[in-house]
């Protein structure tokens, strides 16, 4: 392809809006440009990247089994109401009514379209297990797009769907799916790890995440130091055997704490460390009031406490309602003369506690010399607390660290959650009717692209894998108004296409420094540049992620081109 011809509008200066380094060298490079907030047109550049990582992702899906189809991205209300998700999934689903008022949305996920269409088609245990995938657009309301192609409200997906008879078949194609996605991220060369994860709106239990180690990731990774365990912190459960206190239970006092609201706050003026204090927050747990108890040093985990209840909804309950409840607002929230209303669950570390502080439910004032059992009541002690640095893996071998991840797989076995709901049941070898089984299996294809960017980058551009890359050659003629540099250049060119190589040659009439500033942005793996030696049939190559380079004669540079992609 001639560069001249090509949609590739290249900027010097960093856009304002991109903070880190894949939004800025995807936009710089024009590999993309933003249309609106957090939606984005892949030109051709990204484009050709964006169809090498499918391909992979193809090649993968169809090696373990699945089979391609595409369903459609907008979606009749009733397959949501069906599984309860239109009124449970939340503000990020894109909501839309046609002319005749009916209701739709537009598809963030396929999990009822699938179920839907195997559950008309399969009716017997003989098409089972089938697993079927797609590559498309999705669409999610974000509140806060940004990061470019990390959040966004349209991105492209691969979303994969297995439909078992048993427990024991759904395991087969997890691991299948799970092997797959481990190659796919392995082929694109990715930093990664899979992760223990959360379910959220998917449902269903078992799950991993496949996280692309990087310091601009959103997700926090606890993994040990010792062995390979590694979980969303979200899901890594805390082990820590705490001990019981040794001092001796004092009377409770209440005392006044004027205008202290923080943990911190009253920690300082009633002069103890942050453990000796309890942290008090009120969340609403579908529609049962809770009041979750840490020590003042631990936070929440409302993903803990959402599994505790297996709950669909857990949101922090509004100042208003806990004035309502308790007659005082944040800050002043403690255990102790909490109304029937209100449950009270605390974390296992609460348990050992004796002579600490909490809030009295009155402004401004604390108790001091609470001891847990004594002076409140415990619903249930549970690990509902965040797991941190320096606590023990919860595999036993070592102690956990953090690091931080860009979520681009998530794998999940949904069991029998869709299939219950709508319906989903086929014949078995006795002829008897039962419920099927199913996995969920997601790849964000443009987030890969962008993650693959954020490891693959320096201060000049970016620095595409071999098979990433959107051509193979660059091909520089420095100056194309002399006869001789022009007519190697377009020797080059035409023997290269004919030998099956994928070359860019930029063919424009501008500065060297410009051309080479751009080739350098593109990240493309091997450049080959006609300069002053043209008439000598000599050449310059160079490997962009090394720097190192040669001059070699014209005519061994396809054989170099094809032995250095072998």
């Known amino acids: 392809m001639k560069q001249s011809q090509m949609l590739v509008p290249t900027l010097k200066e960093i856009p304002a809006d991109a903070e880190i380094k894949s939004h800025q060298l995807l936009v710089r490079a024009g590999y993309i440009r933003q ?58 689903l894109m909501r839309l009514n046609d002319r005749h008022d009916r209701e739709f949305a537009l598809g963030a996920t396929h999990e009822e379209v699938a179920t839907a269409l195997v559950r008309d088609a399969v009716k017997s245990y003989k098409r089972l297990p089938m697993t079927v995938y797609q590559i498309q657009n999705k669409f999610r309301d974000e509140k806060r797009p940004r990061f470019g192609l990390l959040r966004g409200r349209e991105f492209l997906m691969k979303d994969a769907y297995s439909f078992n008879e048993s427990q024991e078949s759904l395991d087969k194609s997890y691991e299948l799916m799970f ?82 609201k923080t943990m911190q706050e009253v920690a300082d003026y009633l002069d103890h460390e942050l453990a000796k204090g309890l942290k008090s927050i009120m969340f609403k747990v579908d529609e049962q009031f809770v009041m979750v108890v840490t020590r003042g040093d631990h936070e929440v985990n409302d993903v803990k406490l959402k599994n505790l209840y297996d709950a669909r909804i857990v ?14 607002g944040f800050g ?25 502080s909490c809030g009295a439910n009155e402004e401004g004032c604390h108790f001091t010399n609470v001891s847990p059992g004594r002076d409140f009541t415990v619903k249930e002690y549970a690990d509902l607390r965040f797991i941190e640095e320096g606590d023990p893996s919860p595999d036993g071998k070592g ?58 980058n320096d201060d000049r551009g970016i620095t595409w894998p071999k098979n990433l890359a959107p051509y193979q050659v660059h091909l520089l003629s420095l100056n194309p108004k002399k006869e001789e540099q022009k007519e190697l250049a ?50 310059e190559v160079k490997e962009r992620q090394t720097g190192d380079q040669d001059e070699l004669k014209a005519d061994t540079v396809i054989d170099y081109v094809k032995n250095w992609y072998k």
């Open 35 to 92: 249309i609106a907030s957090g939606i984005y047109t892949y030109l051709p550049l990204g484009r050709r990247v964006l169809r090498k990582v499918e391909d992979i992702v193809r090649e993968e899906m169809d090696k373990a089994g699945a089979h391609e189809m595409l369903m459609s991205a907008l979606q009749p209300a009733e397959l949501w109401e069906e599984s309860g998700r239109w009124y449970t999934y939340g503000s990020e």
């Open 179 to 260: 092997e797959a996605y481990s190659n796919v991220f392995t082929r694109c060369g990715l930093d990664f790890r899979a992760v223990i994860a959360d379910s959220g709106q998917m449902g269903g239990k078992d799950t991993h995440e496949f996280m692309v180690l990087s310091d601009v990731g959103e997700d926090v990774i606890a993994y040990s130091d010792t062995s390979d365990y590694a979980a969303n912190i979200e899901m890594a459960p805390v082990v820590t055997k705490y001990e019981t206190s040794s001092e001796s239970p004092k009377d409770l006092e209440k005392v006044e704490t004027p205008d202290k």
């Open 315 to 328: 949101e922090l309950a509004t100042e208003e309602d806990t004035r309502q409840l308790l007659g005082t």
């Open 332 to 356: 002043s929230l403690g255990p102790i003369h909490v109304p029937e209303e209100v449950e009270v669950v605390a974390d296992f570390a609460v348990e050992k506690l004796v002579n600490v």
């Open 399 to 456: 102690i956990i660290k953090f690091a931080r991840g860009i979520e681009v797989g998530h794998v999940f076995k949904l069991g029998q959650f869709y299939a219950e709901k709508m319906g989903a049941s086929f014949l078995d070898d006795q002829g008897k009717s039962q419920t099927m089984t199913m996995g969920s299996y997601g790849i964000g294809v443009s987030r890969t692209l962008a993650a693959i960017v954020e490891q693959y």
């Open 490 to 539: 377009d020797e080059l060119y035409e023997q290269l296409l004919d030998a099956g190589v994928e070359v860019l040659y930029d063919d424009r009439k501008e500065r060297a420094g410009v051309k080479f500033a751009d080739s350098d942005l593109f990240g493309i793996p091997l450049r080959v540049t006609v300069g002053k030696r043209a008439d000598e049939k000599v050449v």
